[in-house]
């Protein structure tokens, strides 16, 4: 179902585009990309770069993190193609300083203690939460085949009876809601509802 239709006519002004892909690499590890690019549908002057053309980037940001099966973060690698001002380009390097934090519970607050204010850039931390997103669809079948192997052997032991771990998923949106019919036929030991 699309949006409504805008209620007053208007015209376009600012254009944000992300783009995110996340990969498995033939050692084993998954690389997560991302790429952000900003245009106005104007032209305008900077102080920086002179003038700016319509649709010219007025940012351009690219981000590779390198993970492992259990979502630590190996190697983050960033580069600002495009910036308002020339100083920009500075903060990509320090985005490497993400290398050894785990994606969970935690991870923005975390990244942010790494890279926020003055030692990072607006632009690059705001693809760390699609990133991290894009890390767990990624990897989710590779890490439920994995949860799944260790129960699989249990139960060939005549363990059965061991308790089911709450789903880490419990409770991050509507659809997890530990009431919800998507838990209730998922996860009927976590299920809560009636």
Not at 54 to 80: G, N, Q, S, Y
């Amino acid at each position: 179902m699309p949006l409504s239709e805008p209620s007053e006519s208007r015209a376009l002004l600012h254009r944000r585009d992300i783009q995110l892909r996340g990969f498995q690499r033939a050692d084993g590890l998954f690389d997560v990309e991302a790429e952000l690019a900003d245009t106005k549908t104007y032209g305008f002057s900077n102080q920086d770069r002179g003038w700016i053309a319509p649709d010219e980037k007025l940012h351009h940001m690219r981000a590779r993190m390198t993970l492992d099966e259990d979502m630590v973060i190996l190697a983050f690698e960033a580069v600002t193609e495009a910036g308002p001002y020339t100083i920009c380009p500075q903060a990509a390097p320090n985005f490497a300083r993400l290398a050894g934090l785990r994606i969970g519970r935690g991870f923005l607050k975390a990244a942010n203690e790494r890279v926020g204010g003055t030692m990072g850039c607006t632009h690059l931390r705001e693809l760390l939460q699609p990133m991290a997103t894009v890390a767990f669809q990624t990897l989710y079948a590779v890490r439920v085949k994995r949860q799944a192997a260790p129960n699989a052997e249990a139960t060939a032991e005549g363990d059965a009876q061991a308790p089911k771990a709450k789903p880490p998923l419990l409770g991050t949106c509507l659809a997890y809601a530990p009431d919800s019919p998507v838990v209730k036929r998922n996860w009927p030991h976590a299920y809560t509802g009636p």
